[in-house]
C-alpha cells in the first residue's frame, strides 16, 4: 500500500470505526464470556494470525537487542492496555470510561515531547487540544462518576490510557530498522503470553459448547478485525505519520460509536453532540495540516525515515 498522505488519513479513519464497533459487539458478547475470557480469546486468535503474515511478508526474526523493546510494546500494549481497561470497567460505568478515552493524545504528547519522539506543539497541540475538547463536550463530563469504586475504575482507565500512549510512542523507534508487520506481531506475542497466562483460569471456566452463535461469531470478529485488523492498520499508519497524530484520531471514536447508536438503537442527536463533533473535525484538520508541514520526529520527516517493510 501506497503511503500517500489521502492513505493514511483513510487508515486513521478506518481504525477508529474498526474500534467504535468493539464497544457494540463487546457488549454483546459479554452477556454469555466473562472479561478476561474475552480478553484471552482475543489474542488467541489475533496472535497467530499476525505472526503468520509477518513471515509472510518479512520473513524477519527481530535482533536479540530488540527483543526486550517488543516485550515493553507487548506488556503495555496489549497486556496492560487490555486487562486494566477491563478492570477499570469492572468499577466504573461505560459512561465514564468513554469520558476519560480523551486523555489518550493529551498524554500521547507529552509521552512523545519527553522521549523526544516527536516535537508537538504550535497547530499540532492545538488541534490535539481541541479534538480532546470536542470530545469532552460530546460526552458531557458532567456524567463522569465520582463514587469510591467509581474513583478507582476511574484511575485504572487512566493508568490504561497512559498505558496505550507509550505503546504508540516506544513503537516508532523499532521502526527504523523492524519492519512494521514484525513489530506489531511480535508485540502481540510477547504480550499474549502474560494475557493467556493471566485469562487461564477464565478460559478454563468458560463452556464453549454451551455458547451461543452470537457470542461465539462475535467473539470470532473481535479477534480478527478490531484485534488483528486494526491494531495492524494504525501500526502502519503510525509508520507513516506519528505517535500524536495517531493518537489524535481517538477522538473520533465516540463520534463514530454515537452514530452508530444513531443507526442501530434509535438515539437522537444532541446539541453538544453536534458541537463536540464540530469541535473534534476542526481539531483533527489542524493535527493534519501541521502534518504536512512538519517533520514528526526531530530531525526527520516522513519521507527521510528509512522505509522498513
Sequence with gaps: MTATPARVLGAL??????????????????RDLAPLALAGTRVAIATPLLLAIAWRHDRTVPERRDWPRLALLGFLGILANQTLFLLGLSFTSATSAAIL????PVFTAGVAALVGVERVRGARLAGILLAAAGALVLLDPARLETSGRATLGN???????LCYSFFLVLQRP???RVPWRTVIAWSFLFGSIGTLALSAPALAATPWTGLPASALAGTLYIGL?????????NTWAVRRSSPAMAAAFTTLQPVLTGALAAVALGEAVRGNQAIGFLLIVGGLALVQRDAM?????PGADIASVPEVE
Design 225 to 233: 478485525v478490531p484485534t488483528a485488523g486494526a491494531f495492524a492498520l
Design 101 to 104: 478515552m480523551p486523555s489518550i
Design 293 to 297: 508541514r512538519r517533520p514528526v520526529a
Design 174 to 176: 523499532l521502526f527504523e
Design 13 to 30: 479513519i478506518l481504525v477508529q470505526a474498526i474500534f467504535s464497533t468493539l464497544h457494540v459487539v463487546g457488549k454483546i458478547v459479554l
Design 155 to 161: 484511575l485504572l482507565v487512566l493508568s490504561n490510557c
